[in-house]
């Protein structure tokens, strides 16, 4: 089992920064990614970023592709989300994903366990 903890959530305006935390704890030594997926009121949860925990790859939406900016602290078991120039579409509860075996790091499906997520609202 791994427990994942999000961190870092808020209000800001558009055009500001946030940074989200995930602290993992458990069999932190199976890891093979983590990611952060978030999900908006009445859309389906979609893929934002996520890191390889044994390479240095890195994956992004398009969408947050050049604004966010994901990395991890080994050490710590944390993975972090910068979040630079937001905007009101970026708005959604974030949850933070752990994955204990290969797969496409952009699908749900390749993640095992899932944080409780946390709430970013970005006023226009």
């Known amino acids: 089992q791994v427990q994942l903890v999000e961190s870092g959530g808020g209000l800001v305006q558009a055009g500001g920064s946030l940074r989200l935390s995930c602290a993992a704890s458990g069999r932190t030594f199976s890891l093979f990614a983590m990611g952060w997926f978030r999900q908006a009121p009445g859309k389906e949860r979609e893929f934002v970023a996520a890191?390889?925990?044994?390479?240095?790859?890195?994956y992004y939406a398009d969408s947050v592709k050049g604004r966010f900016t994901i990395s991890r602290d080994n050490a710590k078991n944390t993975v972090y989300l910068q979040m630079n120039s937001l905007k009101p579409e970026d708005t959604a509860v974030y949850y933070c994903?752990?994955?204990?075996?290969?797969?496409?790091?952009?699908?749900?499906?390749?993640?095992?366990?899932w944080g409780q997520g946390t709430q970013v609202t970005v006023s226009s």
């Open positions: 994903a752990a994955a204990v075996s290969p797969g496409n790091r952009r699908e749900r499906e390749s993640y095992a366990y």
């Open positions: 890191i390889s925990w044994r390479t240095v790859s890195t």
